[in-house]
């Protein structure tokens, strides 16, 4: 994901399916980006 200069790398270890929840939370708080930005994107 981008958002002006910053750029979050999401990691996927397994290299399938889904992020858990609350990884992505977590990784969306550390990176100043909302949730309701994140449902809009």
Excluded: T, Y
Excluded at 16 to 36: F, H, M, N, T, Y
Aim: no cysteine.
């Amino acid at each position: 994901m981008v958002r002006g200069a910053l750029k979050v790398h999401i990691p996927n270890p397994h290299g399938v399916g889904e992020i858990d929840g609350p990884l992505v939370k977590e990784i969306l708080r550390q990176a100043g980006i909302s949730l309701r930005e994140w449902d809009e994107a």
